[in-house]
């Protein structure tokens, strides 16, 4: 393979959710199926992602269970729990759960995801997600389901306050002065007297700000109204895109709606999402599909990248679109995680490697390190 | 060894308030991981039942300002209890969570998800506090009458339990040959509707290993105690002298009958404290030097401005009780706080005898009157106690509650249960996995046995 001199750097996440991203996984022999929601199954995909020092993982989650229209395993746990239960047991590797805006109180959000950052010294991540689904609404009983322009119109509210909340203590708000037996300075902290269309708070959170200062904000972009909210507020955008040429150009008006907002272009981390069945020859990852395809009795429809073939082929497809600015990375969907996962790390990541295309060890302890995104200033800091 | 009563033994995370020293150079982070991992792992050496962890919803205000005397802040509770469960095996890991600022939805996959985490070792202390002021920081805002918050917490528990009840035990089978991933019927429909919740659909998280999380409840007042009596496993109380530890006990035990319940269905630990000395008297100038720490004069001061309503930074905490009057008009000077005055005048008038009596300063009389009791002894002394207490009936057992993070356990841990440990009243090693086996507390009946009102409810 020719490679040009100095490769883009990529960043690689993947997705620990369900049993694999084909919904049929959990048939296939060694999924473990039994053991889905045993936190020591996780834990231990966590490892196997961290010795390919990847950047991150996500979990999934919804107020309702898996459609029964997409898969038969049912039944989910609370991401944020999930991630800080990973937390204490691993290092250098990004957390990030999924939690929804829709039917939760930014202020316990806030908090959720700075207590996950300090559990982890400064791992978090919060992946935003919002429902228009008139189920999860009756879930709660709140009123009717609100439309997804109008959900994503909250989602952005959320955003605001949660990343506001973030920065209502300042890094240096606990003096513990003996002299005058002060344990805060109460001008480094701030309420944020949010008042808007959804909700009102008035702050300060009741935890201090996280390692990171802003745990990174990651937004799936499937929509207009979620291309703005990415746009404005995202550090990570995860796309959808079947071929390289449309990957390059949501990825430019991406860049270019952040500029037009008033952002560095270059602090916007778009991953496109990378769907994988992994064999030692095409034949067998093929076969692997086939499989999964008669188990499950429909064709894998997944809307992204897909690749069933080698790791080499894999690790080819990644540095041809990181080259051409299609992507500044992949958030990788195992088809099996029991099986796609550690041939990601063991034979696809290593090609990368020798590529000069990816770490070898973790840049820092933070999230933020791993992603080369600098760790923000408070909004609320006195200017010097 | 006969039949002694077992003693039931949790350690409290250091509080937001002034029982936490702060200013001893020994005193750690109240939010680096490493000083909750610290005391969960000396605990669960130790072998106590639980760990627990308080929660506020808002920083509290004094005279306008955020109170900046105590410890202020602290990490999300859930979060850190799911992180403890990485580094604790038996250990249970109970978590204050208000009923007035959540919905059942939520929370019952939340403690649903932190049962599955742990294996089978969560608890809620289901807290009613709610005011205007916490209320700002929430979509509802203020509301609630204080009755309707015992009524609220009540509906939000029954909604929390037909979730929790609404997966069968066994309804995860994953069986690959037919495709089937959870026994066909297993899963249940919930359909509430109440006059605080309407709740419809199928849960998604399967039934935890206890069943229904252990609920604790803390809570004074009549309608916090019949609330307690009807719904929860534990009740957690501020009544840790003999003689109202007692009278709380008897009271609360006496209402259970009422509910259909047996006693030892509902456990009742106070909160303490505990201060070791080589002998009683080395132990009794430890816990007046601990007593100092914890007032020093400027929070003498904001302790006396709750009761008079009014600013008293001009007065010399070493000195003599302010002669002006309290201001009636001005009593929640202080905000965020659980605190009841009740007649500031006929306080200040009490407080200015005692002082007067004893010659005392502005912070001495603080110091007595703000004092709760707690153990004071040698190990022996604090262990015969400990035991008396529980022995005959004042109370079940003891949260201890530290003044020093996160090491302000260690000397109790190590001293005091083994003692507990070598008069038989007090468990050598965990005879099971869950809370609840710790707890003696037997597993809530899955769905498929319980009695047909439940079905009418369920679709
Ligand atoms: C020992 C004890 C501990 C408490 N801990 C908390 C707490 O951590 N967070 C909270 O919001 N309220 C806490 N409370 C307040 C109670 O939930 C309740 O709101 C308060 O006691 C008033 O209710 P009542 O009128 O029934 O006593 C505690 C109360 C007691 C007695």
């Known amino acids: 393979m020719a490679f040009p001199v100095t490769p883009r750097q990529l960043h690689l996440g993947v997705d620990l959710s369900d049993a694999g991203a084909h919904p049929a996984a959990w048939r296939t022999h060694g999924s473990q199926a039994q053991r889905l929601f045993d936190a020591e199954r996780l834990q231990h995909l966590v490892e196997v992602a961290q010795r390919g020092t990847l950047d991150l993982v996500v979990l999934d989650d919804s107020f309702s269970l898996q459609p029964s229209r997409s898969t038969t395993l049912r039944g989910r746990l609370d991401a944020a729990l999930v991630a800080a239960r990973l937390a204490p047991r691993s290092r250098g ?13 930014p202020f316990h959000v806030s908090k959720a995801i700075a207590t996950i950052d300090h559990v982890s010294g400064g791992r978090a991540a919060w992946q935003v997600s919002w429902t228009d689904d008139e189920q999860d609404a009756a879930h709660v009983g709140r009123g009717p389901a609100l439309t997804e322009a109008g959900a994503v119109a909250e989602a952005e509210e959320a955003v605001e306050v949660v990343t506001a909340l973030w920065d209502s203590w300042e890094d240096d708000a606990e003096i513990r002065d003996q002299a005058t037996h002060r344990f805060v300075d109460r001008a480094r902290l701030h309420y944020v007297e949010h008042d808007g269309v959804h909700f009102a708070v008035k702050g300060p959170s009741i935890t201090p700000r996280p390692p990171q200062g802003q745990p990174p904000i990651v937004v799936r972009v499937g929509s207009e109204a979620s291309f703005g909210l990415a746009a404005r507020h995202a550090d990570v955008v995860r796309i959808s895109a079947t ?3 449309e990957a390059l150009d949501l990825r430019l008006r991406l860049r270019a709606a952040a500029a037009a907002a008033g952002r560095e272009p270059g602090d916007l981390r778009v991953l496109v999402d990378a769907f994988v069945v992994i064999g030692p020859d095409r034949a067998s990852a093929r076969a692997r ?96 | 060894m006969g039949a002694r009563k077992q003693i039931h033994l949790g350690v409290h995370f250091p509080g937001v308030n002034n029982t936490t020293v702060w200013t001893d150079p020994r005193s750690g982070s109240q939010i680096d991981f490493t000083s909750f991992e610290h005391l969960a792992r000396r605990a669960e050496e130790a072998k106590l039942d639980f760990f627990f962890l308080a929660e506020g919803l808002r920083l509290r205000e004094h005279k306008g300002q955020i109170h900046d005397l105590d410890v202020v802040g602290r990490p999300d509770t859930l979060p850190v209890l799911a992180a403890l469960a990485a580094v604790t095996d038996r250990l249970g890991l109970a978590g204050t969570i208000n009923t007035t600022f959540n919905e059942p939805w939520e929370l019952a996959r939340q403690f649903a998800t932190l049962d599955i985490l742990s294996g089978g070792r969560a608890a809620w202390n289901l807290v009613t506090s709610s005011d205007a002021f916490t209320g700002e920081n929430f979509r509802r805002g203020g509301f609630l009458p204080h009755d309707e918050r015992y009524e609220r917490a009540a509906e939000l528990v029954a909604v929390a339990r037909k979730l929790w009840d609404s997966w069968d035990d066994d309804a995860v089978i994953a069986h690959a040959g037919s495709g089937q991933f959870v026994r066909p019927g297993s899963v249940h429909e919930v359909r509430h509707e109440g006059k605080h919740f309407q709740v419809r659909g199928e849960f998604t998280t399967p039934r935890g290993p206890q069943g229904h999380p252990v609920l604790f409840q803390a809570g004074d007042s009549s309608d916090g105690r019949d609330f307690a009596a009807a719904t929860a496993d534990v009740v957690f109380s501020a009544h840790s002298t003999f003689e109202a530890g007692q009278a709380f006990f008897t009271d609360v035990k006496g209402r259970l009958a009422a509910h259909g319940r047996r006693p030892e269905e509902l456990l009742i630990l106070p909160a303490t404290t505990v201060v070791l000395g080589d002998s009683a008297q080395d132990a009794a100038e430890r816990s007046r030097e601990i007593r100092l720490q914890q007032v020093p004069g400027p929070t003498a001061i904001a302790f006396l401005e709750q009761v008079w309503g009014r600013d008293l930074t001009d007065h010399d905490p070493e000195g003599a009780l302010p002669r002006i009057e309290p201001d009636v008009e001005n009593l929640d000077i202080t905000r965020g706080r659980v605190r009841h005055v009740k007649d500031p005048r006929s306080i200040a008038a009490a407080w200015r005898e005692l002082a007067d009596a004893n010659g005392w300063s502005i912070r001495q009389l603080v110091i007595e009157v703000t004092s709760r009791g707690g153990f004071v002894g040698t190990a022996t002394q604090v262990a015969d106690a400990i035991d008396r207490h529980v022995q005959e009936d004042a109370s079940d057992g003891f949260i201890l509650v530290p003044h020093l993070t996160p090491g302000g356990l260690d000397d109790v841990l190590d001293q005091v249960v083994p003692l507990l440990q070598e008069r038989g009243s007090f468990r050598t090693d965990y005879a099971g996995t869950t809370l609840r086996d710790h707890l003696g507390l037997t597993r809530p009946a899955p769905r498929a046995t319980r009695s047909t009102s439940d079905r009418a409810l369920v679709g």
């Open chain 1, 93 to 105: 590797i990004g957390l990030v759960p999924t939690v929804a805006t829709t039917h939760t109180e």
């Open chain 1, 289 to 384: 599909l086939d499989l999964l395809t008669e188990l499950e009795g429909v064709e894998w429809d997944t809307g992204s990248l897909t690749h069933v073939g080698t790791a080499r082929d894999l690790a080819e497809t990644f540095l041809d679109w990181s080259a051409v600015g299609a992507a500044d990375g992949f958030v990788v969907r195992p088809a099996s995680l029991h099986t796609d996962l550690d041939v990601l790390v063991d034979s696809v990541v290593p090609l990368l490697r020798d590529a000069r295309a990816f770490r070898d060890r973790y840049a820092g302890p933070t999230l933020r390190d791993q992603l080369g995104l600098a760790r923000p200033v408070n909004r609320y800091a006195a200017i010097a």
């Open chain 1, 243 to 245: 071929d390289r040429d």
